[in-house]
């Protein structure tokens, strides 16, 4: 399969997470502006931590499984920060100290956000210069 | 216990002799708490002279009688109905009623012990202006009355004097740590009650600065933290003013930003609306509010208590209930295993248990108690109505808990009290030849909690073994059980406390998350044995306080402050629900709280109100709010800010930030940040506030009120839970932790700071009953260098006693004291004195030790180890700390 196809792919994919994240920063300014009480939003974000966490990395392996090797580097940055909070058991939003933690989730949050979104922009833009490619 | 002087050996009274010669020349008296300098004096001056006399008094507690309130204000009734009553008019008649009544019983209050100097703040007189503007800068000279004081040596209305003290040349007194924090200096007609009381007794709310900055950058400057320390459900003890309880339901807040009326605010347009002293609001002031519902007959509104009290406990009307309020409900889980029942922990937490049976809160009959055993297993007890036998039900499947029954486990403690005192005697026999070793504390927390989670309450842990079987078995590091468990009882509005027992490695770090997020309290026994009496009366003692202590229910707590200020953020045992909404299922009494302000905007008033609202459940079944106003000036002087810095209040704040930090960082980190902020403090005052500016200097200045921050700072770093060393076992340190961040200043202070007595030379009056109860010898540093080889001393830190008793100790003297013929037969280790008398908060009861100057090294080494002002191993001295904060400050 050509490299079009898997940009378009990875199009469609980086535009889930980036609503996963406008998904994420809703629900913590909801906490701030205490619409939700803490447990029911550790609760509701920790079912998703995990498969955005997975999301990530399948695409970053399948960037490598097709050898687009700077699609990969750009992506191996997040997958290893991702990788070490998995590794160190702090991925899980934690009620109980949500409050004192809340400035830092929602700039990490925000920095993802920024990633994805950046990251659908070069997809799209690979894309495109692959499928110009492939026709010519 | 004083010798007689000729039975002495030629040095010791000489000793005394010089002593007592250099303590008579800085005033030997201070240990009393100390005098106000002019006292009420200037009452007795004033009066005459036909001047108003200063309306608020702070800290004579003094109770306020309606009938005397009434007479103060003059029967002001009329005055405040009429919005065009002139202050000026009513001077004449005004002063010379209130005056009057203000001498009538400004009398008695001579002999009282006064804690502050008297302020000239709001006068009465000026009451019934309304519309009055205020006074736009704070500290401005108000009358000559101010002067007046000014001239008597009282500290004039002119903003805080700023004394710098050389922290070289000064060693640290312990007498200064008696001393009150920084007066609270309101500007003028700030306060609408002339009541002592109108604003916050230290004990229950003290912030860290008592003048707010205006802005954040003024509070950048100074370095020093802005905090609350809060201990809003503080025990009484004998001789404090109960907290005033408003029964008639009318509860007037503000519509936008839900503060409670309290004496801050002003009544406008003839006193029909009030404008809210936080957020400018202006509201109605409900209909009820002037009508006596007690007399059916119009009231005073100026007699009010929630308009004379700084602390008043509002009794709450349905919309603040979500439920009818819950009985109260106890469950014990007793851990019955092997080592539990040979340590004794069984018979005597029963027999506790059994004796204090009166003392569980039970005045309309409605509390509830269960008693679950476990070690592998779970055991419950089923009480039926009609028969006074247990009936044991035993569950073996503690993976999947469930009740065995679903009724008579949990059962009403006045109907079931003789089967529960049956069942309580036979507990101990009944697994007194249990072999079981293991502990499945979590299924039987989980099994506690079904039992009473429609209800919520209290479950007591005692348990002497780490856990083992089952959910929470603790065998592998880090399960998050423990966590969220707490968090799903802190929804069921179920708080746990934890008693813990182990001689061996128990975890109490992770077992102390559960009372800290749901408002509970560890206390822990290191290898407990019943078989020494001392273990088992303090654990008996302690565990029966906790009994009877009347706890608040289903509890939130919120504090609100004026606008510019935000509570940012929240250390102490609570589960944090909202921005700004702490969850206590079970409030016990003396707990503290610590809550730090962020300054989010430009501040344009001349004083700032925090208020504590605790809405909760008594345990007698009723729903109140517990209102806790404070407010406190505000200055846009950097002078004024260190001058009104409270340094126990700080040393507070620092041990709840250095216990977070070790949390998530490592201990080292812990120390170092402390550390930091102390020496920023110091290179902020430096900088700023003495002339020699940044570089060398040849001393480490600070503000006279900060004298003893650096030797608290280093009681902290020296505590248990903090300390450098790798000799504290881990389940110490988290249970010293544990202590920091919930021990109210009046006990973490000495926790820090132990007390020093010297009690072979106490002064003659010294151990008699003076006139604020025992006379307590004076407090000496804590240096060895105060040891002599003949004395005798307490050093007491409020969870131990250590009483060293010199190598060379008159015989007379260990003959008085402990009624022995010699040092030589005297014993070294724990003991009971019959002569112990307890004076602070708290359910503490702590150990005795005696220390034999040659007696066993470990024992000694601990008992010197409180002695922080000296070196112990890599810990430096307090000379050696003062250096380096110097060298520190001085290379900036």
Redesign the interface.
């Given at each position: 399969m050509g490299a079009g196809w898997l940009f378009l792919f990875a199009v469609l994919y980086s535009a889930g997470l980036l609503f996963g994240m406008v998904f994420f920063v809703i629900m913590f300014s909801d906490?701030?502006s205490?619409y939700i009480?803490?447990?029911d939003l550790c609760n509701k974000l920790n079912q998703f931590v995990l498969p955005e966490y997975g999301a990530h990395a399948f695409l970053a392996l399948l960037f490598l499984l097709w050898g687009q090797w700077t699609a990969f580097l750009w992506n191996v940055p997040l997958l290893a920060y991702n990788g070490n909070k998995v590794f160190n058991?702090n991925h899980m939003y934690?009620?109980?100290e949500?409050?004192?933690t809340l400035p830092s989730h929602q700039k990490e949050t925000y920095f993802k956000l920024a990633f994805y979104l950046l990251s659908f922009f070069y997809y799209l833009y690979r894309m495109i210069v692959a499928l110009v490619a492939e026709n010519a | 216990m004083a010798t007689p002087a000729e039975q002495l050996p030629p040095g010791w009274a000489a000793e005394w002799l010089t002593w007592n010669a250099t303590e008579t020349a800085t005033g030997r008296t201070q240990w009393e708490p100390p005098a106000p300098q002019g006292g009420v004096a200037p009452y007795a001056d004033n009066a005459p002279t036909g001047s108003p006399p200063p309306a608020h008094h702070h800290a004579k507690r003094r109770q306020y009688a309606a009938g005397q309130t009434q007479a103060y204000y003059g029967g002001g009734g009329e005055a405040i109905l009429d919005p065009g009553y002139l202050a000026g008019q009513a001077d004449s008649t005004w002063g010379s009623a209130a005056l009057y009544a203000w001498q009538t019983h400004a009398a008695p209050g001579v002999a009282q012990p006064q804690y502050y100097a008297p302020t000239t703040e709001p006068e009465y007189i000026n009451q019934p202006g309304y519309g009055q503007q205020q006074p736009a800068t704070y500290g401005q000279p108000v009358d000559n009355l101010a002067n007046q004081f000014g001239g008597m040596g009282i500290a004039g209305q002119k903003g805080f004097q700023l004394y710098t003290t050389n922290l070289l040349t000064s060693p640290p007194d312990p007498r200064d740590l008696q001393i009150p924090p920084p007066e609270i200096r309101l500007p003028p007609n700030s306060c609408i009650s002339p009541s002592p009381t109108a604003n916050s007794d230290p004990s229950y709310q003290r912030c860290t600065l008592n003048a707010i900055p205006t802005a954040s950058s003024l509070l950048g400057k100074a370095k020093i933290p802005l905090a609350l320390i809060l201990t809003p459900y503080r025990s009484l003890k004998e001789g404090d003013e109960p907290v005033p309880v408003i029964t008639d339901t009318v509860i007037a807040r503000c519509r936008r930003c839900r503060t409670y009326i309290n004496p801050y605010v002003q009544f406008i347009d003839g006193g029909n609306r009030w404008r809210c002293c936080m957020c400018n609001m202006t509201n109605e002031v409900p209909q009820l509010f002037d009508w006596d519902q007690v007399r059916n007959q119009p009231g005073d509104r100026w007699a009010r208590a929630e308009l004379n009290h700084s602390v008043v406990e509002f009794v709450a009307p349905t919309e603040y209930m979500v439920r009818p309020p819950q009985p109260a409900v106890y469950i014990f889980l007793i851990d019955v295993s092997n080592t539990a029942v040979q340590s004794g922990m069984v018979a005597t937490a029963t027999r506790t248990i059994k004796e204090n049976l009166d003392r569980i809160p039970d005045e309309d009959g409605r509390t509830k108690v269960a008693i679950i055993c476990f070690d592998t297993s779970l055991y419950f007890f089923s009480l039926p109505q009609g028969t006074t036998e247990a009936s044991m039900l035993v569950v073996s499947d503690i993976d999947d808990v469930f009740l065995p029954k679903p009724n008579d486990l949990l059962v009403n403690l006045a109907e079931a009290r003789e089967s529960m005192e049956n069942l309580l005697d036979k507990i101990g026999n009944m697994f007194q030849e249990n072999s079981i070793i293991g502990s499945a504390l979590g299924p039987a927390l989980q099994a506690g909690f079904k039992l009473m989670s429609p209800i919520g309450g209290k479950i007591m842990v005692l348990s002497s073994s780490l856990p083992s079987a089952g959910a929470g078995g603790l065998l592998q590091a880090a399960v998050p059980f423990y966590k969220t468990f707490a968090i799903e009882c802190s929804r069921a509005q179920v708080s746990v406390d934890m008693f813990l027992f182990s001689s061996a490695y128990q975890d109490v770090a992770t077992l102390a998350c559960l009372p800290h997020y749901t408002s509970g309290q560890t206390y822990y026994y290191p290898a407990f044995n019943a078989g020494r009496a001392e273990d088992a009366i303090k654990f008996a003692h302690e565990f029966g306080e906790v009994l009877a202590m009347p706890i608040m229910l289903e509890a939130v707590m919120r504090v609100r402050a004026s606008r510019g200020l935000r509570m940012s953020s929240f250390h102490g045992n609570f589960f944090v629900r909202s921005t700004d909404l702490l969850a206590m299922p079970a409030v016990p009494l003396d707990q503290s709280y610590a809550i730090e302000i962020q300054i989010e905007e430009t501040i344009n008033t001349p004083f700032v109100v925090f208020q504590t609202a605790v809405l909760h459940t008594t345990c007698y079944g009723e729903r109140r709010i517990r209102v806790v106003t404070m407010a406190l000036p505000t200055t846009s002087s950097l002078s004024e800010v260190f001058a009104s810095a409270d340094q126990v209040a700080i040393a507070t704040f620092f041990a709840n930030k250095a216990v977070e930090r070790s949390l998530t960082h490592k201990l080292e980190d812990a120390r170092d940040l402390v550390q930091k902020s102390l020496i920023d403090i110091l290179i902020a005052y430096k900088t700023s506030m003495t002339s020699g500016g940044a570089g060398a200097s040849a001393q480490l200045a600070i503000s006279e009120n900060l004298k003893m921050l650096p030797v608290l700072t280093l009681g902290l770093l020296k505590n248990v839970g903090v300390r450098q060393s790798t000799q504290i076992p881990p389940d110490l340190r988290a249970y010293a932790q544990a202590l920091l961040t919930s021990l109210p200043s009046q006990l973490l202070i000495p926790y820090l700071y132990p007390t020093f007595y010297s009690l072979h030379n106490m002064p003659p009056e010294a151990g008699e009953i003076g006139e604020h109860g025992v006379i307590l010898p004076p407090p000496l540093p804590l240096t060895s260098e105060r040891l002599e080889r003949h004395g005798l001393y307490l050093i007491e830190d409020g969870q131990t006693m250590f009483l060293w008793v010199g190598r060379d100790a008159v015989p007379q003297l260990v003959a008085d004291v402990f009624d022995l013929p010699s040092y030589d037969a005297l014993r070294g280790g724990k003991t009971t004195l019959r002569k112990i008398r307890e004076m602070r908060r708290g359910p503490y009861y702590p150990h005795l030790y005696i220390v034999k100057e040659d007696g066993e090294p470990p024992l000694r080494l601990w008992a010197l180890s409180a002695l922080i002002q000296d070196r112990a191993d890599v810990l430096p001295s307090y000379q050696q700390f003062i250096s380096t904060l110097k060298e520190k400050v001085s290379s900036t």
């Open positions: 906490l701030e205490d009480n803490p447990i058991k934690d009620a109980t949500i409050f004192r | -």
